[in-house]
């Protein structure tokens, strides 16, 4: 799966090689990007090359080749998105489904998502990391959609915020004045916390994988 950002730019360099015969300048790829800073072409260029999309071509000074597209598409047409009518939402990082971690506030990148999954309301996607909620069909390096939501039922999936620095994966109960937040895998046990400390951020309405 590619970000906006990656597409634009192998699409860009894909369509300048075929109808120049060499690499566009890193001054044209910022234009065609949209970025103001040669450092970002510089991410997605090794992001593109370690995937496997393009290759350094040794001894040109624009050293750069597109070896490969995404599987739906022919080296003999224009690149477009795999997604049609793709969402873009923001990638804020990585979610512990297991212990939980430091929040991430900084948004990243964005990232294309089926429309299917978004709807109305505010929407953004977190990496999965660890394996508390396997049972569920979440699996580590997992991306989860989410939507932002404060008042939940019992059994929601949520983006649960601990003491305003701590966030999580975990399915969500009111008990009283505290809340569970259990995980999905026997190896982890149930947290049980008092309901002032919690913040939820946001449901779960999907998840894309990537094989």
Do not use: W
């Amino acid at each position: 799966m590619l970000t906006p950002k990656q597409y634009r730019l192998l699409s860009f360099l894909h369509d300048n090689i075929s109808e120049n015969g060499i690499c566009p300048s890193f001054e044209e790829m910022k234009k065609a990007v949209g970025l103001k800073s040669k450092s970002g072409i510089h991410r997605l260029i090794l992001e593109l090359e370690k995937r496997r999309f393009i290759r350094r071509t040794p001894g040109h000074s624009r050293a750069l080749e597109v070896i490969t597209l995404p599987e739906i598409r022919s080296l003999k047409t224009k690149l477009k998105p795999i997604i049609v009518d793709a969402a873009d939402i923001p990638l804020y990082g990585k979610i512990a489904a297991g212990v939980p971690i430091e929040a991430i506030n900084e948004n990243v990148e964005e990232i294309a998502v089926p429309p299917q999954m978004t709807g109305a309301g505010e929407h953004y996607a977190l990496t999965v990391e660890g394996d508390s909620m396997k049972n569920a069909g979440i699996m580590d390096g997992d991306t989860v959609i989410i939507k932002r939501e404060k008042h939940v039922s019992n059994g929601t999936i949520v983006v649960a915020l601990i003491d305003g620095y701590e966030v999580t994966l975990k399915r969500f109960f009111r008990r009283g004045s505290m809340v569970a937040l259990q995980p999905e895998n026997e190896k982890y046990e149930t947290r049980l916390i008092a309901a002032d400390r919690i913040e939820v951020q946001g449901v779960l309405v999907g998840l894309m994988r990537q094989y």
